[in-house]
């Protein structure tokens, strides 16, 4: 039987020669996402952040994060101890935004999040301290400064008006002078690929790349200024937000596509988007299981070519069943409860093949991945004229997380596809909210090094112009 399997599954098997060839494409993407005039027409987007530096160590003091993404949002109170080169989380709360409120008027929406972020401060007893501010807001914005974040468009059930095409930043700060009693200090804009790379950054100061592979997958990385066309300068670094997810949106993997990832893609809610993603992420793995599962089941090659409902079901098969089946010591014992519980009938047969239908699934993921990954490797080394790259790579999410093989094939395929390069794994502590906290701390430690710098320019051409 689990040979009769292996002409379904092979289209999901991809050779080094493959990967590699997919990581040229990516190669392509990326080069262009950074263009001055092709951005806009790019698959991956490469958006400047305006992090201009990860942490030295030096960073201290105390700090707030607020992390909207949700119904829910989180406030927190985080100290940077430098001497223990730690990054404490003191406090959190967390806040419920009314469903009214998703869709009502914006004063409404950020006066509830100033009031919320206000009582937090009272009860931290942090009033008469102006702290700056981390703030993750997980929806599609175009940066335009380290504080300064336009709303390009609402998602996940917001839709305030009047709020798209709008600085969040300058709307926070109007909810916090209505309310008039606390303050905020200097603010940075987080996005939550970020906040997990500069999360591990203290720890470890070699930790230039930030990846999430979990619901959705996304990563970011330190790239050379004289190669972001997009914005003025050559000097130093910036980070890069990828959007990797997108790598695709143009068809340069359509022949990788099989006819399960097509399937996936168009009863998405958003079809022709986000290509990548849905071949790789949690939020699409355990449903393109099930399309297998339903394909073998109708070819007679599992549950003895029953037909079921169950199966027919859409999103029933769910990607954390993935990683409960491939556990070493207990997958077979817990496919035969998953399958008992999807009111399946079974035999030994069955639940040998769908753990290998799993294994492929997340093997093909976790080495995509690391394709994605390696370019960005090789790419920074190049950058640099290094022989060799020493690298760390903080990291976060679910599926690289709970998945019992996915983070050993990742780092494995990674090894083969940037042999020229040393990269660390490193998992994120909270990149939404510690890691917010450190992008304010670094913003706030450059801002102290060069506005006497700036002063003086200024004051210079001020004179020249006197004169």
């Known amino acids: 039987v689990l040979q009769r399997v292996q002409p379904v599954l092979q289209p999901l098997r991809l050779s080094l020669d493959k990967l590699r060839d997919v ?18 027409r790019a698959a991956v987007k490469m958006l400047p952040t305006f992090v201009r530096a990860t942490p030295d160590g030096t960073e201290k003091g105390d700090f707030l994060a607020l992390d ?4 829910n949002f989180r406030v927190l109170h985080v100290r940077v101890l430098q001497a223990e080169q730690k990054v404490v989380k003191m406090d959190s709360q967390i806040c419920v935004v009314p469903k009214d409120m998703m869709t009502g008027a914006t004063q409404q929406l950020f006066d509830h999040i100033a009031s919320c972020l206000g009582d937090f401060i009272a009860s931290q007893e942090l009033k008469g301290q102006t702290l700056p501010l981390g703030f993750t807001f997980s929806f599609p914005c175009e940066q335009k400064e380290i504080d300064k974040s336009i709303l390009i468009r609402w998602t996940k059930g917001f839709n305030c008006p009047g709020v798209e095409g709008r600085d969040v930043v300058t709307l926070l700060r109007d909810a916090v002078r209505r309310r008039g009693d606390y303050d905020i200090g200097s603010v940075a804009m987080v996005n939550d690929t970020v906040g997990t790379m500069m999360s591990c950054g203290y720890k470890d100061q070699s930790c230039e790349i930030g990846m999430i592979i979990g619901t959705g997958t996304n990563a970011c990385y330190m790239e050379e200024m004289k190669n972001v066309k997009r914005v003025e300068g050559e000097d130093g670094r910036m980070c890069i937000n990828t959007e990797w997810g997108g790598f695709g949106d143009d068809g340069s993997l359509r022949d990788i596509q099989t006819e399960f990832d097509q399937m996936v893609d168009k009863t998405s809610i958003n079809p022709g ?21 339903l394909r073998l089941s109708e070819e007679k090659l599992l549950f003895k070519g029953q037909k079921s409902e169950v199966l027919q079901t859409p999103e029933i098969f769910q990607t ?28 030994e047969a069955d639940v040998r093949v769908v753990r290998l239908v799993c294994d492929t699934v997340s093997s093909r993921s976790a080495r995509l991945c690391a394709a994605a990954l390696a370019t960005i490797a090789n790419k920074m080394r190049l950058n640099r004229g290094l022989d060799r790259l020493q690298t760390t790579v903080g990291v976060d999410g679910t599926v690289y997380r709970k998945h019992p093989n996915f983070s050993e094939e990742l780092q494995l395929t990674v090894r083969l596809l940037a042999p020229e390069c040393s990269i660390t794994f490193l998992v994120s502590e909270d990149g939404s909210g510690k890691g917010a906290a450190m992008v304010t701390a670094v913003a706030q430690r450059l801002c102290v090094l060069f506005p006497c710098l700036h002063f003086l320019i200024k004051s210079y051409m001020s004179d020249l112009k006197n004169e």
């Open 320 to 347: 954390k069943f993935i990683s409960e089946i491939e556990e070493e010591d207990t997958g077979l014992d817990n496919a035969r409860r998953i399958l008992t519980q999807l009111d399946l009938q079974w035999d």
């Open 23 to 40: 990581s040229s494409r990516l190669h392509k993407g990326l080069v262009q996402g950074l263009g001055k005039h092709s951005h806009h």
């Open 68 to 71: 909207l993404g949700g119904t």
């Open 273 to 293: 988007v986000h290509i990548f993603e849905k071949m790789i992420s949690g939020m699409y793995l355990g449903e393109i299981v099930r399309l297998l599962l």
